[in-house]
């Protein structure tokens, strides 16, 4: 059983920051990569970043240079620092992370688990 609970989502005027952050709970033996999705109100659900275990990152070209993802592997968190926000960065935002738990036996298994979203909302 792992959660992953997402917060700091919320109103802000374009040009400002927001600092979202997504932590992991329950039986976890390891986490592999931690990525942030976003979906807009009438649009897809696209990635916007990811990260490695071991720090290696990427980003959507629509983020770059904006936004920045980071985790704190003792704390199973991953973070996502938003800065220049525009109207067009509206959206819930998920973290997702894949997942090594420990299964009866002793043994690991991975499964990809995705938080509840927080609201991201970009005033102009």
């Known amino acids: 059983q792992v959660q992953l609970v997402e917060s700091g989502g919320g109103l802000v005027q374009a040009g400002g920051s927001l600092r979202l952050s997504c932590t992991a709970s329950?039986?976890?033996?390891?986490?592999?990569?931690m990525r942030w999705f976003r979906q807009p109100p009438a649009g897809q659900r696209e990635q916007v970043a990811a990260?490695?275990?071991?720090?290696?990152?990427n980003y959507a070209d629509s983020v770059k240079g904006r936004f920045t993802i980071s985790r704190d592997n003792a704390k199973n968190t991953v973070f996502l620092q938003m800065n220049s926000l525009r109207p067009e960065d509206t959206a819930v935002y998920y973290c997702?992370?894949?997942?090594?738990?420990?299964?009866?036996?002793?043994?690991?298994?991975?499964?990809?688990?995705w938080g509840q979203g927080t609201q991201v909302t970009i005033s102009s």
């Open positions: 990260i490695t275990s071991g720090g290696s990152t």
């Open positions: 329950g039986s976890i033996f390891s986490i592999n990569d």
């Open positions: 997702n992370a894949d997942v090594l738990i420990e299964v009866p036996g002793g043994r690991q298994r991975e499964y990809r688990y």
